[in-house]
């Protein structure tokens, strides 16, 4: 059964700083792996996406790297804003035949000014 | 407007009483999917569809049932509801894309509670 995990469950950093989110998973076996954040009270939006064939994803401030052998996804923030306060969740699709998803339990980041 | 549509947003029920939440999306997506997320344990798939009159169960299936009739719609089923059952669902679409699925788009997101 695959399993996502997420450290830190929490990271409180000051505005400006660059920072690094990690998510780990147990099955290397996956068609692709999304990162989302998600605000108090709302629902979830999509982040970056990285497909199983793929390394890395870019999105303006956003960096998101896999490596499937090792397990391990990252996701980079520079120059972390205010408005970065969230929760930050990982998912992993997986492959052969069937198309579950895993999430992580999340990463809350507050970013103080 | 390209959106995942769920309906009703908000729901106080009581245990036993049959309810149905709606989803709906306008994308033509193949794939879509329900999850629950609670408190501590993050969001559990439910069920997932790979496309219409194909589903399968998630890591939670027990206590609900799904269809998908039409490509646009898989309505959450539950058939007596339960305290623990109790959650904020949402529901998600992805689209087909190179023998994999692509982004995910979620739903606003349902609160059940049920007393």
């Known amino acids: 059964k695959q399993e996502v995990t997420q450290i830190p469950a929490a990271l409180s950093v000051p505005e400006g700083e660059n920072l690094v989110l990690n998510c780990s998973f147990t099955d290397s076996a996956i068609y692709n792996l999304q990162w989302f954040r998600q605000d108090p009270g709302k629902g979830l939006t999509s982040l970056l996406l990285?497909?199983?064939?793929?390394r890395e994803q870019t999105s303006g401030r956003l960096n998101a790297s896999l490596d499937k052998s090792s397990g391990r996804s990252t996701l980079y923030i520079a120059a972390s804003q205010p408005g970065d306060s969230a929760t930050y969740l990982c998912a992993v699709m997986n492959s052969g035949g069937y198309q579950k998803v895993t999430f992580g339990t999340g990463t809350k980041l507050q970013v103080i000014p | 407007e390209a959106q995942v549509t769920q309906n009703p947003r908000y729901l106080i029920t009581v245990t036993g009483k049959k309810l149905t939440v709606t989803c709906s999306q306008n994308?033509?997506?193949?794939?879509m999917s329900w999850y629950r997320q609670d408190p501590g344990l993050g969001l559990r798939q439910i069920y997932y569809s790979m496309n219409v009159e194909v589903t399968d169960k998630g890591d939670v299936p027990e206590g609900y049932k799904v269809s998908r009739k039409e490509k646009r719609n898989f309505p959450l089923i539950l058939e007596s509801p339960s305290p623990n059952q109790t959650s904020l669902y949402f529901c998600?679409?992805?689209?087909?894309?190179?023998?994999?699925?692509?982004?995910?788009?979620f739903g606003p997101g349902t609160r059940l509670t049920v007393l």
């Open positions: 990285i497909q199983s064939s793929q």
């Open positions: 998600a679409s992805s689209p087909p894309g190179g023998g994999s699925y692509n982004e995910q788009f």
């Open positions: 994308m033509n997506h193949e794939y």
